[in-house]
């Protein structure tokens, strides 16, 4: 009679812990939008783990000054990269799954528009990126 008691808890205590992976796991899907916003002279905004795609995009476009592009990313990183000999000159960015290819692509299209001593100015990953 008691292994029978200590097996109900067992798989009582499985089923609860089973219940509460699986939610944790829908949280953080749901929280998997984020947004990159840059411009020049090195302004930028950025925003990660919102709902929704547009309200990660707001806020990012709120965080940036001046004339801002914004782009949104899903499960990844964005990275910006300015000039530093002339902050207000070339920039890049990128958005990929992983920081480090998003750093990389970053720094490079910095170079691509002509930048000399290009250098990261913000970084962001959402859930899982």
Same mark, same amino acid.
């Given at each position: ?56 995009? %707001? ?6 000054? $001046?004339?801002?592009?914004? &782009?949104?990313?899903?499960? *990844? #990183?964005? @990275? ?25 692509? %970053? ?6 528009? $002509?930048?000399?001593?290009? &250098?990261?100015?913000?970084? *962001? #990953?959402? @859930?899982?990126?």
């Amino acid at each position: 009679m008691a292994s029978t008691i200590v097996a109900r808890r067992c798989a009582m205590f499985f089923f609860a812990l089973s219940v509460c992976v699986t939610g944790a796991r829908h949280i953080t899907d749901a929280h998997a939008a984020g947004a990159i916003a840059v411009g020049k002279c090195g302004a930028y905004g950025q925003a990660f783990d919102y709902v929704a795609e547009h309200e990660a995009r %707001a806020a990012a476009q709120k965080q940036c000054k $001046g004339d801002c592009t914004t &782009v949104t990313m899903k499960r *990844a #990183c964005a @990275a910006m990269s300015v000039d530093l000999s002339n902050p207000c000159g070339a920039y890049g960015y990128a958005v990929k799954p992983k920081i480090s290819a998003s750093l990389n692509a %970053a720094t490079r299209e910095c170079y691509k528009y $002509g930048g000399k001593e290009c &250098v990261i100015r913000a970084w *962001a #990953c959402d @859930a899982k990126g």
